[in-house]
């Protein structure tokens, strides 16, 4: 497809520029709404605790000393202390190097001048992700050269689940999607223009995007794949450019690089998870889920009804329907990669492709032959839901044209958009109402439990934790404040370490609960403290082994 072809999808119908703003400003307002309603994981709980110069250890040692606690004593690690400085910051990020730090410096910033709650945190990431519905507009225009195109994508990016789930979320990945989107239309804009000060704006978006997240380093090396092969191999201006801006960005990370390299611990033992061996099957089926969730999201999605402590799944990724409902989408993502590579030069086609396809195989690669779940999380594939919203905006622009023959056709992709739209708005409208999501790690059962601990009397919880998962990704810290962060403050929470047992049940609380008993403390309650422990359902796929239980003399 040559420039003159492209002009002609150079503006979008005047009837659809109403509908583009109402979704643009809908778009908006998911984005704002209810920021402090979901349940603030252990990600999150990381975040703050990092942010604030405080350490695993330091909590362990505090909260776990045999005493009662409430949830203010917990929150003291999520918050500011005149105690904790700069330095204490720094030296904490630096101990932690599965994410690079421009983040969480940031924030600290922001929590300084905003407060330090469950909304002004989040905000902090929703105004950054308002930055990327500009941001895939100017990437459109240097892409496809045309309004029509950016003006569909801007719309898809606003209206997205999965954009909106982690416009929310008090991790990096918004500021990830920012600087993946700038960085690649400030790449196509130094290529066009072929002046210093273009590839100088191209360096400083690469320093941007690795000091936000190691996962920037694979989208630097598709650009890299793009502007060697579009050059043909041959060391031109370009290339030499190119490799000067890339050089810079390098230079400026190393003091990171080196940081990792020798900073205790090794990533491994922060990331272990991911290298958990899943059957292809699941591997397959989580890559039409992430997928289709940039587009559709119910999966896993809410309890019902809501605020029961009663929570069942209305779609769950255990049934086949789930399936037969993105099949559509997957089939649309396909054929917009397959439209976009028949109808525009390689220049935009290849582009398409490395951004999905290098991040896609760093991922995929390594699950299929030593075996992990690099690629079943949805955020960690950022760069090719990018990519595929691309193509898509593309494809639905080209349809939707005036300038495309067939009316009947011509109707029928403006209904597809429709619908696309209409699909993102009826996730968003429930996602708004929920207090879990699949983005937050499974967490559904914290808010009924929190609810019923909260409406006893007098309440103690007795919250069992093993002692092999004290600290690190998933450990003490972001296993025990998710959940009791939600305890009024006259709950005592008293926290037993396996295979531990309390010298005594403190007798001035009259409803006992007991969070995830092990086997010694079932024991010790029993037969040495003549209790009987009932379960408390709050997860009915949970029944054989639920997560509450309440003391009975």
């Known amino acids: 497809m040559n420039r003159e072809k492209q002009q002609k999808l150079a503006s979008p119908p005047e009837r659809w520029k109403l509908l583009l703003i109402a979704v643009l400003v809908l778009g908006l307002f998911f984005r704002f709404v209810h920021l402090d309603q979901k349940v603030y994981w252990l990600d999150e709980t990381h975040s703050s605790l990092r942010i604030f110069g405080y350490t695993e250890p330091e909590f362990i040692q505090d909260i776990f000393s045999g005493d009662v606690v409430n949830s203010d004593d917990l929150l003291k690690y999520q918050r500011p202390s005149p105690t904790k400085n700069w330095g204490d910051t720094i030296r904490v990020l630096a101990g932690n190097t599965e994410h690079s730090p421009l983040y969480y410096l940031a924030l600290r910033v922001w929590a300084i001048g905003f407060g330090s709650s469950v909304a002004a945190l989040r905000s902090f990431s929703v105004l950054i992700s308002v930055f990327a519905l500009p941001g895939i507009y100017w990437l459109c225009r240097e892409l496809f050269e045309s309004p029509f195109v950016a003006w569909v994508a801007v719309a898809l990016m606003a209206i997205s689940p999965f954009h909106i789930l982690?416009?929310?979320?008090?991790?990096?990945?918004?500021?990830?999607?920012?600087?993946?989107?700038?960085?690649?239309?400030?790449?196509?804009?130094?290529?066009?223009?072929?002046?210093?000060?273009?590839?100088?704006?191209?360096?400083?978006?690469?320093?941007?995007?690795?000091?936000?997240?190691?996962?920037?380093?694979?989208?630097?090396?598709?650009?890299?794949?793009?502007?060697?092969?579009?050059?043909?191999?041959?060391?031109?201006?370009?290339?030499?450019?190119?490799?000067?801006?890339?050089?810079?960005?390098?230079?400026?990370?190393?003091?990171?690089?080196?940081?990792?390299?020798?900073?205790?611990?090794?990533?491994?033992?922060?990331?272990?998870?991911?290298?958990?061996?899943?059957?292809?099957?699941?591997?397959?089926?989580?890559?039409?889920?992430?997928?289709?969730?940039?587009?559709?999201?119910?999966?896993?999605?809410?309890?019902?009804?809501?605020?029961?402590?009663?929570?069942?799944?209305?779609?769950?990724?255990?049934?086949?329907?789930?399936?037969?409902?993105?099949?559509?989408?997957?089939?649309?993502?396909?054929?917009?990669?397959?439209?976009?590579?028949?109808?525009?030069?390689?220049?935009?086609?290849?582009?398409?492709?490395?951004?999905?396809?290098?991040?896609?195989?760093?991922?995929?690669?390594?699950?299929?032959?030593?075996?992990?779940?690099?690629?079943?999380?949805?955020?960690?594939?950022?760069?090719?839901?990018?990519?595929?919203?691309?193509?898509?905006?593309?494809?639905?622009?080209?349809?939707?044209?005036?300038?495309?023959?067939?009316?009947?056709?011509?109707?029928?992709?403006?209904?597809?958009?429709?619908?696309?739209?209409?699909?993102?708005?009826?996730?968003?409208?429930?996602?708004?109402?929920?207090?879990?999501?699949?983005?937050?790690?499974?967490?559904?059962?914290?808010?009924?439990?929190?609810?019923?601990?909260?409406?006893?009397?007098?309440?103690?919880?007795?919250?069992?934790?093993?002692?092999?998962?004290?600290?690190?990704?998933?450990?003490?810290?972001?296993?025990?404040v998710p959940l009791t962060r939600q305890f009024e403050p006259d709950v005592g929470i008293l926290f037993v370490v396996q295979p531990t047992v309390p010298s005594k049940i403190p007798a001035q609380f009259q409803d006992v609960f007991v969070y995830r008993p092990h086997d010694e403390l079932k024991s010790w309650l029993e037969q040495n403290q003549n209790y009987t422990l009932e379960p408390v359902v709050v997860d009915p796929r949970r029944r054989e082994n639920p997560r509450l239980w309440k003391l009975v003399k």
């Open 166 to 480: 982690y416009a929310q979320e008090v991790r990096p990945y918004s500021l990830l999607t920012v600087a993946i989107l700038l960085s690649s239309a400030a790449l196509l804009r130094a290529i066009r223009l072929t002046k210093k000060i273009s590839w100088g704006i191209y360096a400083v978006t690469l320093i941007l995007g690795f000091y936000t997240h190691w996962f920037f380093t694979v989208v630097a090396a598709s650009h890299g794949l793009y502007v060697v092969v579009t050059q043909k191999f041959r060391l031109n201006k370009t290339v030499i450019a190119y490799s000067l801006a890339s050089l810079a960005g390098i230079i400026a990370f190393s003091p990171w690089i080196i940081n990792t390299i020798t900073a205790p611990p090794p990533l491994e033992e922060q990331m272990g998870w991911v290298f958990q061996k899943l059957p292809l099957l699941t591997l397959v089926k989580s890559w039409g889920l992430s997928v289709s969730r940039v587009f559709f999201d119910l999966d896993r999605g809410w309890c019902l009804p809501l605020n029961s402590p009663d929570c069942s799944y209305l779609l769950s990724d255990d049934e086949s329907l789930i399936y037969w409902l993105i099949l559509p989408l997957i089939v649309l993502g396909g054929y917009s990669i397959y439209f976009i590579c028949q109808k525009t030069p390689a220049r935009v086609w290849f582009f398409i492709l490395s951004l999905i396809g290098v991040m896609a195989a760093a991922l995929i690669i390594p699950d299929l032959i030593k075996g992990g779940q690099r690629s079943t999380v949805t955020r960690y594939v950022i760069p090719c839901l990018l990519g595929f919203q691309l193509a898509v905006a593309y494809l639905l622009a080209s349809k939707m044209s005036t300038n495309f023959r067939s009316v009947r056709q011509q109707k029928i992709w403006q209904a597809i958009f429709v619908i696309l739209i209409s699909l993102g708005i009826l996730s968003n409208l429930i996602i708004t109402q929920a207090h879990g999501w699949w983005s937050k790690g499974g967490n559904y059962h914290v808010h009924p439990i929190a609810t019923i601990v909260n409406q006893a009397e007098q309440p103690l919880v007795l919250y069992s934790v093993p002692s092999n998962v004290l600290w690190g990704k998933g450990g003490a810290v972001g296993r025990v």
